[in-house]
Structures are given as structure tokens and as C-alpha cells.
């Protein structure tokens, strides 16, 4: 039997909706909020506000109004309680070695700081223990695995978008568009839109250039503009496979803007669930 149908087989009582003044209330004050918090956004972009801190003291306490608005309205809506999937949390062994590989890559990463604290331009040596950092802290995390407690979500979702294999392969398929369409959307006429080859693009293709012939340029240093000396790195890597041209320094951007979809896709499921 699956998770879904053991969820939809236990019949818990409705969750009450809120009271409607203090949901009225609530709304009311959430609205307020966003008002106000875009009121002062304005304002902070103004000469006279860059001197001040009372407006951000302001901006803090109708961000504060607004989460507060949300959460008492987060069970607004009746409906049946959803019983969270809880992650399979690890056995003690297994936690202590996952907190022991992430101490040792945090220890790591200090090493690299006190070694390039004095000059970051004599960084040689430090990205084999960077990358090892790394690599340490994402088993770490890998072995620590999920932390916290599992919370049970508003009502009605369940039986708006329940987990069944038809639903699954809807998803799918509209991951499959949405990804599709932001390909199409990220490339279409890419020759003529934006005209030419903006600025920065050629100076970082530049920094790019002058580490391939050979500059001794520290990876954990800044270029042109304060670009980080990473993202050069990477420029450097397209060029150096793909040939310095055109289409080479147009795939620099496209590459991360067509990964960033699925990424969002996986972090947005795995917050606010598939419908989403």
C-alpha cells in the first residue's frame, strides 16, 4: 500500500477554518504590511533615507507584521489535515560520522582563510583543499541527512493534487513544458536580442582571455568590476572548450540560466509540495 493511500485511509477530523474577524483581521494586516513595506522601499532609495536606520527599523517591523499575518492565516482555509512525509532520520553512527566530516571541512575552510588572509593573491595550493572542503561538507550533510520535525501543512491540498501516479506523470509533463518553454525563451532570436555584446560581457571574456595565456590570477580574488575571479575561471573553461567566439561567451549565461530551472523546480516541490 502507498504512503498517499495510507494518508487518505486515516480519517482525522476537519481542521476548524479560522474565526472570520480575526482572519479579516489578519488579511487586513497583511495587506497593511505589504504597504507600507513597499512605501518604504521607495523611500529608502531616496539620498536622504542612505544616512538613516529608523526607516529600516521600519522595514523590519512590517516584515515582522507580515509573518506573523501569515502564519495565523496558514490554516485559514477547512479542509482534512495533511500528515507530513516524514524523512527517515539517520542512526547515531551515522549522524556523528556525517557532524565529523562537517567539522573537518570547516576546519578546512579556516585553514584556507588564515592562509590567504595575509595576501589572497598567493593562493597557490588552496583550491585542492577548497574543493576537498567541499566535497567534505556535502557528505557530511548527505550522511547527517534530515534534521528538525516534520510540521502538517493547510488543509485541502491533499485532495486538490493527491500522489497518484497519473498526478506524477502530470507533473512531469508540465515540468517538461515549463522547462521547455524557458529554453525556447532563453535562446529565441538570441542573435538580435539584446543587440550586440554588452560591456560586461567582454571585460570578464577579457579576464577570462589573459588566464588562459597564462595570468596568475587567484580563484578566490575579484576582476573587473568586482566580477568574482571563480565566474572568470569558468568563462575560461567555456572558451578553452568551446573556442574564445560569439556563441562561447553567450553560453556562459545560458548555461547556469537553463540549470537554474530545474534547481528552482526541485527546491520549490520540496518546499510548497507539486502542485506548486
Known sequence: MSHS?????????RAAASNDIHSGRYLLA???????GIVIVL???QEWAKDESWPWLLLLTAMFVGARALRELELWLPGEPILPRLAAFPTRRRRITGAAYILAGLALTALIIVRLWPDYHKWQGTPIFWLAALALISIGAWLVGAVGHGAPRAATAMSIWADTRRNRWLEAAAFLFIFALAIFLRT???????????????????????ILEGRDASPFGTGWYGTPNGYIYYMAAIFKLFGANWISLKLVSLIPAILTVPAVYLLGRLLFGPLA
Request: one cysteine or more.
Open 30 to 36: 497583511l495587506c497593511a504590511a505589504l504597504a507600507f
Open 5 to 13: 493511500e495510507d494518508i487518505q485511509e486515516v480519517r482525522l477530523p
Open 43 to 45: 523611500q529608502l532609495r
Open 188 to 210: 529565441y532570436r538570441l542573435d538580435r536580442i539584446p543587440p550586440g555584446i554588452y560591456v560586461d560581457e567582454t571585460n570578464g571574456a577579457l579576464d577570462s582571455l589573459y
